[in-house]
């Protein structure tokens, strides 16, 4: 049987009353955490909160993670300004599924809608070509076209 184990490192140096990085992993029994709670300018762990912050949970300015939302979020579900993520919910949303907007996915429900299957004011996708929304997508057509 492996022993469970935890992780935690900070930065001495602050900024803004945050630490410059805290990394936290794993449960620390000894303070009744059941996992790693990092709070940082860079947080790193099991649920991360920070300027930028990596983890399961993450939430912060730019969050990466299964579970991410901030104003840039990068994740399984992203939920921010611009998400990106299998399921993706913002302002700008980009993924498997995208609400958003604008929305880019293989299923995208939006404003401006574009996708396999494509849901909003103004589409594209395989059956509509809205021309509002070809004027609006024509900038990133060319990834779409591999071209």
């Not at 990092?38 to 991360?48: H, L, P, S, T």
């Not at 730019?62 to 901030?70: E, F, Q, V």
């Amino acid at each position: 049987m492996n022993p469970v184990t935890c992780v935690r490192k900070s930065s001495s140096v602050c900024i803004g009353g945050l630490p410059l990085y805290e990394i936290a992993f794993g449960p620390d029994l000894e303070k009744g955490e059941s996992r790693g709670y990092a709070r940082g300018v860079i947080a790193i762990g099991d649920v991360a909160t920070g300027w930028l912050a990596v983890g399961g949970v993450a939430r912060g300015i730019i969050a990466l993670g299964g579970l991410a939302w901030g104003v840039v979020a990068i994740g399984g579900c992203g939920l921010g300004i611009l998400a990106l993520g299998g399921l993706a919910v913002g302002f700008l949303a980009i993924g498997g599924g995208a609400v958003g907007w604008a929305a880019i996915g293989g299923g995208a429900v939006g404003y401006y809608a574009c996708g396999g299957g494509a849901w909003g004011k103004f589409v594209l996708d395989a059956m509509h070509r809205s021309p509002e929304a070809v004027d609006f997508f024509k900038p990133c057509l060319h990834w779409f076209q591999g071209g």
